[in-house]
């Protein structure tokens, strides 16, 4: 392999600089990477990093067709299967998008234990997204608390946001007043928090649910005198 790179660019241009991460802090430039005396798994990995890069360039296209070609070569890896569903649903092909989403349902239960933590939090918080966006509200919701269960405590209350506002928006009154409870501390004891727009969303969704659109539109209000939510 290739001298490792020092870089000091945001991470979300690395895929299209053609750099991955090492366990140092390093970087390699996969795009020049020679597969010829790769390992089996240097050789899927750096193949999927492509994939990613002509997924982040909108090459939709060929990076399906990579996909394809690495499932054939390497089998059925959770995060291959993620990009391809992704993929699927980016070209509006909802069919595969639908199958992809109940391929990773079957095959999670039996490798999630190898994934790293941010790695299945990610994996989990996805397919939460893709089956809200099918209709399949307890099938996302279900994903959400597992999420919540092993995520880090940032990541974690922004999830417990994302329950909140499933709960309220599809009328599922299963344990919303204990999240509410708990954002709304969250709320008072830990003011960082009300940066974020999702979050006093998902508290305003609550109270329209709980409490009706009167309340709601009153915190609403305050919160807008407030700047809270911005323009």
Same mark, same amino acid.
């Given at each position: 392999?290739?001298? @490792? ?5 945001? #991470? ?9 991460? =090492? ?14 005396? !790769?390992?089996?798994? $240097?050789?899927?990995? =750096? ?8 997924? %982040?360039?909108? @090459?939709? $296209? +060929? ?24 993929? !699927? ?17 079957? &095959? ?8 790293? $933590? ?9 397919? %939460? ?21 092993? @995520?880090? !405590?940032? +990541?974690? +209350? ?8 499933? =709960? ?5 009154? +299963?344990?919303?007043? *204990? #999240?509410? %409870?708990?954002?709304? $501390? ?10 974020? !727009?999702?979050?006093?969303? %998902? &508290? ?5 649910? =709980?409490?009706?659109?009167?309340? @709601?539109? *009153? ?13």
């Amino acid at each position: 392999m290739t001298t @490792a790179l020092k870089i000091s660019h945001p #991470y979300e241009t690395f895929y299209q600089l053609g750099l991955a991460s =090492l366990n140092d802090g390093t970087f390699i430039n996969f795009e020049n990477e020679s597969l010829q005396n !790769a390992s089996y798994i $240097q050789r899927r990995i =750096l193949k999927h990093l492509r994939i990613k890069k002509l997924m %982040a360039e909108g @090459a939709l $296209q +060929t990076a399906l067709i990579l996909i394809r070609d690495l499932r054939s070569e390497s089998g059925d890896h959770i995060s291959l299967l993620c990009d391809q569903a992704s993929l !699927a649903y980016m070209m509006k092909n909802y069919s595969t998008w639908s199958h992809v989403t109940n391929e990773i349902d079957e &095959l999670l239960p039996h490798v999630e234990d190898k994934l790293g $933590q941010e790695s299945l939090t990610k994996t989990l918080l996805l397919m %939460a997204k893709f089956y809200e966006e099918q209709g399949l509200i307890r099938k996302s919701y279900s994903y959400l608390k597992r999420a919540e269960k092993i @995520a880090h !405590a940032l +990541t974690r +209350t922004r999830i417990r946001a994302n329950i909140i506002r499933l =709960l309220s928006m599809h009328s599922i009154s +299963t344990e919303l007043s *204990e #999240y509410y %409870a708990e954002l709304k $501390q969250v709320s008072q004891s830990e003011p960082e928090f009300n940066t974020y !727009a999702e979050f006093l969303h %998902a &508290l305003i969704l609550a109270e329209a649910k =709980l409490f009706g659109p009167i309340s @709601a539109i *009153e915190n609403l209000t305050i919160m807008r005198a407030e700047d809270k939510l911005g323009a």
